[in-house]
């Protein structure tokens, strides 16, 4: 297993400049077929994502990779448990198709922003284009919550977090100060 450090927008301190610029770089398509390399990565990104049981998705962004990968939770299931190979889909090259219904508005939260929630409007059903971890083109269509998850991490994909929403954004009272310091610097 090769499992990465989640990469954050901000700790402790304050801004976290290095990682900031990786997340905020917009990440590069993977060439099809997969080789090596693109194999490694997201295999990496599948190791690091089983790894922990607290997230609904990840991006290759997020473990320090631009490129165009993602990995999510395929069923509306909020309890985190162990997770099967059937539980999750690795998306490559993600292309979001067709987009139905009306914004759903919900809060929403980010490894790579720690502790803060936004509220997001995100369609409710999307259509998606991408390879598979295999590289093998594939179409899917995703509905509510993991709709949501993949929105959001294909967002990561280019550069976009939650803090660049424009709805309310929550944080803990009690750290008020350093979270009004990263917003001035943000
Ligand atoms: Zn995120």
Same mark, same amino acid.
């Given at each position: ?67 165009? +990968?993602? /990995? ?6 909020? #309890? !985190?448990?162990?997770? %099967?190979?059937? @539980?999750?889909?690795?998306? $490559? ?32 059903? +999307?259509? /998606? ?6 590289? #093998? !083109?594939?179409?899917? %269509?995703?509905? @509510?919550?993991?709709?949501? $998850? ?37």
């Amino acid at each position: 297993m090769t499992e990465s450090r989640v990469l954050t927008l901000w700790n402790e301190e304050g801004i976290n400049k290095e990682d900031t610029a990786v997340l905020r770089k917009k990440s590069s398509e993977v060439s099809s077929p997969l080789d090596k390399n693109a194999r490694e990565s997201v295999q990496t990104l599948i190791d690091s994502f089983l790894a922990r049981n607290d997230a609904s998705g990840l991006a290759a962004p997020q473990i320090g990779i631009n490129k165009r +990968i993602i /990995i999510f939770r395929n069923k509306d299931c909020r #309890e !985190k448990g162990k997770l %099967r190979p059937e @539980d999750f889909d690795v998306l $490559v090259n993600p292309r979001i198709t067709q987009t139905r219904g009306e914004k759903v508005t919900m809060t929403e939260g980010c490894l790579s922003c720690p502790e803060i929630q936004v509220e997001v409007s995100r369609f409710p059903e +999307i259509k /998606i284009r991408a390879l598979n971890a295999q590289g #093998e !083109k594939i179409s899917k %269509r995703y509905l @509510d919550y993991v709709a949501r $998850v993949v929105q959001h991490e294909i967002d990561h994909l280019d550069g976009k977090l939650i803090v660049d929403y424009e709805g309310n954004l929550y944080y803990p009272k009690n750290k008020e100060l350093l979270f009004r310091k990263i917003f001035q610097e943000h």
